[in-house]
């Protein structure tokens, strides 16, 4: 309880766009587990809203990090809703080896020059941290919008890292929401395992 009152103290402090950042980002996650199209609105909104605050306050990577989640917002969007055979909605599917073989060499290959870009330029607190996050989540990001089963794995890595890194730098609130990401991601993911199993059995009896 002291954990979640704290939480709730430090939402209440922030600013209106801040809370409300937040508060559609929640949505989208629980829309998300629940495999609703209508996440996806919920989640251009929150980006889009912390892309204007963090552009205010001269984050210009942080910005356009969002600015690349709106895209994907857009594209995961329509997939959802039209990505699969003819025309029709995604169902939840795995990661095959070939693509995990090609999504690894693309985050070992982007890695490098992200972690240089925010340890020479970006000016950072913890880069290659900060780089692998930024890798992991645009991955996780990417799966998510093409409905793979495994993007909540790589959000639970990329979340827990994030707890210790917001905790490190000082932001203890922006950890502790972390945490509840974190929750939330683990459930995300039994959810869409118990779908996937369910469709798995309703095309063997068909």
Known sequence: MEIINFIVNF??????????????????ILLSVRQNPLCWPFGIISVGIWMFIVFQGKLYSDAFLQFVYVVLGFYGWYQWLRGGTDNTPLKVQRVDRKLAIRLTLIGLVTFMPTGYLMENYLEASFPWWDALTTVLSLIAQYLLAKKYMENWLLWITADVMYI??????????????????????????????????????CECSA
């Open 164 to 201: 210790g890194i917001y905790y490190a730098k000082g932001w203890v609130g922006y950890s502790g929401l972390m945490a509840v990401y974190t929750a939330m991601a683990v459930l995300g993911f039994a959810s869409w395992l118990k779908s996937y199993r369910a469709d798995r059995e």
């Open 11 to 28: 939402i209440t402090t922030m600013s209106l766009g801040e809370q409300l950042s937040i508060a559609t980002g929640l949505i989208y």
